[in-house]
């Protein structure tokens, strides 16, 4: 069971960067090969920037070749949303964290074995804690 976390605009503008604003609760996109995990190798647990929910693992993270961090399946699957998106003329699959419905990325049905999903994420929208 996920923990939700609520807090109101202003609260998350004064915890968040600009940009981890823009792309988490406004539902923006850092552009491509600009993000500060899309080539990151350190092992660890990637985190969502805004409440610290554990979302990926390192050992799942793969090179896209789309200059956004990649991954073929969350580290629990209960700590992402699924959300149906139809923005920008185009029909996707948008991806939250569960916890605080921060805008993650989305997913994309042409990763890897063995999910065969790619779960195209935005940095702004990670932190990542080393492994303990």
């Known amino acids: 069971m996920v923990k939700k976390v609520s807090r109101s605009e202003e609260e998350w503008r004064k915890l968040l960067a600009p940009e981890e604003f823009q792309v988490c609760r406004k539902k923006g996109t850092e552009r491509a090969f600009s993000g ?3 080539d990151c190798k ?26 956004w961090p990649s991954f073929w399946d969350p580290l629990a699957a209960e700590n992402v949303l699924m959300l149906e998106d139809d923005g920008f003329w185009m029909k996707r699959t948008e ?6 419905d921060a805008h993650l990325g989305h997913v994309f049905d042409d ?3 063995p999910t065969g ?3 195209c994420i935005n940095s702004a929208a990670l932190k990542l ?3 303990k």
């Open 36 to 38: 500060k995990y899309h």
């Open 129 to 131: 804690a080393g492994k």
């Open 117 to 119: 999903q790619r779960y």
């Open 42 to 67: 350190d092992p660890g647990i990637y985190r969502c920037a805004c409440c610290g929910a554990d979302l990926f693992s390192s050992e799942t993270k793969f090179d896209s070749g789309t200059g």
């Open 95 to 100: 991806v939250t964290c569960a916890a605080c």
């Open 111 to 113: 990763g890897p074995a």
